[in-house]
């Protein structure tokens, strides 16, 4: 059993958990993820580690709130306990080498952003960030991406906070005027990620995207991470889980990968509705 120590609400759909997991705290590196379950007969799921304190024996993860599962650990407190929290796993960020660095967020998507820029400036590197939210009441993180970033753009969808706008905008801004980036690595949407990769595409910038989006049980098994890769005219098939999260963003094929997305989408929904609506029946 893994206690909850801590838990911070970060907007109405995103949560954030301090978990006493030394063993994975003292391991665990920006990219690799954790895998949970609730209670004994909770289903499994891949959560990305959001930080550690190796020092306390804890580990962040944030999630939103979409599922039946996420729904249920929404539920759970400070001093509550989580049956199962196995990790570190998956591969880490390549971080080696890179002194200039753009790191593109989207949504829940920054929690994992957000310790690849703080790794990035612990080890010197010069970190320009750029994070997107629909709307003010979303936005998440700024003040730990602003402690991290020599530059800061943040972006909402209606203009409501910071500048209106995607956040392929700025980075169309920063590369036509001739900023050089030894990396650009996105995380988010799959479709904010493809039109990062469409963008950098002229200026030739390596482009790095992670794939947690398409995970499901992180271990490989379900086949439902499996991804598509264009590498030198061949497809090659790899898992997001077990050879990622991390890829060649000009490799991926999103499209596929988008249209596996939605075909869990309604069986999510009525998860979700359903594991509601018993948390409505036990409270009443």
């Known amino acids: 059993m893994y206690k909850i120590v801590d838990k911070k609400v970060l907007n109405p759909t995103v949560v954030q958990l301090q978990v006493e997991a030394p063993l994975v705290a003292n391991k665990a590196k920006p990219g690799q993820f954790i895998i949970l379950r609730v209670d004994e007969n909770g289903e499994r799921i891949p959560l990305t ?4 304190n190796k020092d306390a024996g804890t580990v962040k993860i944030i999630y939103q709130i979409v599922g039946s599962t996420t729904e249920k650990l929404s539920h759970k407190e400070a ?3 989580l049956q199962d929290f196995v990790g570190p796993l998956g591969v880490a960020t390549h971080l080696e080498g890179l002194k200039k660095v ?3 967020g989207g949504g829940v998507g920054c929690a994992i952003a957000m310790p690849i820029a ?3 400036y612990q080890m010197g590197a010069d970190v320009t960030s750029i994070i997107g939210f629909r ?6 993180l700024e003040d730990e991406f602003a402690a991290c970033s020599k530059v800061l753009r943040l972006m909402t969808d209606d203009g409501s906070y910071g500048e209106k706008g995607n956040v392929t905008l700025p980075l169309k801004e920063m590369l036509a005027r001739g900023e050089q980036f030894d990396m650009i690595i996105t995380i988010g949407p799959l479709i904010m990620m493809k039109f990062v990769v469409e963008t950098a595409r002229p200026f030739n910038v390596p482009v790095t995207a992670s794939m947690n989006p398409i995970m499901i049980d992180g271990t490989g098994m379900c086949g439902g ?3 598509t890769l264009n590498v030198d005219g061949k497809k090659v098939t790899k898992f997001a889980c077990v050879d990622g999260p991390d890829f060649n963003g000009y490799e991926i094929d999103f499209d596929e990968a988008m249209a596996r997305g939605r075909m ?4 999510e929904r009525h998860a979700h509705k359903e594991t509601c609506n018993l948390f409505a029946k036990e409270v009443q």
């Open 118 to 120: 703080e790794a990035l």
């Open 102 to 104: 753009c790191i593109v």
């Open 264 to 267: 869990y989408s309604q069986f």
């Open 225 to 227: 991470c499996r991804l």
């Open 135 to 140: 709307s003010k009441d979303l936005v998440i």
């Open 49 to 52: 580690v959001a930080g550690v």
């Open 79 to 81: 001093g509550d306990f």
